[in-house]
């Protein structure tokens, strides 16, 4: 199971009321039981980059069906929704039943000038407040779990920890995503190209733009009060996204917060669009049984 085109290549070198009743209109069997749907594209914006798929299960309930968003990875300037499906969604719909699972798109970066951040974070907040505003139309509780995979990691911890309202996050998945900016920035020092990629996604450095970095950083809002709890996958050999200065670095303030968090890295693993398989079938026990213990 491979996650595609999560982080590019590219980008480094030039620089993701319940129910039972006969008059619901979900109903959809005549026999008083809700079937399960799916709304592929469905707009949360005007944009037409925001746009989500929505898969909810069969006999869902406003009181009892948990939320699973997705967000799709490529270095903030490239990606799609696409990258999850059809593996990992019909993974998804099996480990965890009970998830109604929203398929994101955000709009992407074209740098030097396009969307440049935070469009990318406003429109991870713009989408979980529409799904959270028609929860009862969809037939979903209030418990979000976000899950990114590297860049779209980076945007799961950021809405996870930065925003409580309209709802506060239940737990967050996260592949390889970046967790500290300025650590970003720094780390990209011997690759001046890719540094420069950095600069025209901030507009600007730490120097120059210092509160955009700190507030585009999760590390920064890894706060007993704001975070959640929060599990990271992470190859030790990942060229792109460094473990030490990202995820290993947001884990142990997590520690120190006393947030329930826990670190699988995968030694000599780099990037999250190279693991194989077995990789990835660890990675999904791991997130079927945190969710179960977390997510109530």
């Known amino acids: 199971m491979k996650i595609k085109s999560l982080f590019p290549v590219a980008f480094i070198s030039v620089l993701f009321f319940a129910a039972c009743s006969k008059s619901n209109p979900d109903d959809t069997t005549g026999q008083g039981t809700i079937s399960e749907k799916t709304m592929l594209n469905v707009a949360y914006g005007t944009d037409p980059m925001q746009k989500m798929d929505i898969y909810l299960p069969a006999n869902r309930s406003a009181t009892t069906t948990k939320v699973i968003i997705l967000i799709h990875g490529g270095a903030w300037v490239t990606g799609d929704k696409s990258d999850f499906t059809p593996a990992i969604i019909d993974t998804l719909k099996k480990r965890v ?7 994101i798109n955000y709009r992407l970066a074209a740098l030097p000038a396009t969307n440049t951040f935070p469009t990318q974070e406003n429109d991870i907040k713009a989408a ?89 950083g999760s590390i920064n809002f890894a706060l007993p009060a704001n975070a959640c709890p929060t599990i990271i996958f992470q190859g030790t050999a990942d060229p792109i996204v460094n473990a030490t200065t990202q995820s290993v670095a947001l884990i142990n303030k997590l ?42």
């Open 97 to 103: 039943p009970d998830y109604a699972i929203f398929n």
């Open 255 to 296: 520690t120190a917060a006393s947030v329930v968090n826990e670190y699988k890295p995968y030694p000599g693993l780099g990037h999250v669009d190279t693991w194989d398989s077995a990789t990835f079938t660890d990675a999904y026990n791991r997130i079927q049984a945190f969710l179960a213990a977390n997510v109530q």
């Open 128 to 216: 979980v407040e529409f799904i959270y505003g028609n929860r009862s139309s969809y037939l979903v509780s209030d418990k979000f779990v976000l899950m990114g995979a590297s860049a779209g990691g980076h945007l799961a911890l950021l809405q996870a920890y930065k925003y409580q309202s309209p709802v506060k996050i239940k737990a967050v998945v996260d592949f390889c995503g970046p967790t500290d900016m300025v650590a970003m920035y720094n780390d990209y020092a011997i690759n001046p190209q890719a540094q420069l990629g950095i600069v025209a996604l901030m507009n600007g450095t730490p120097t120059s733009n210092p509160i955009l970095y700190q507030q585009s």
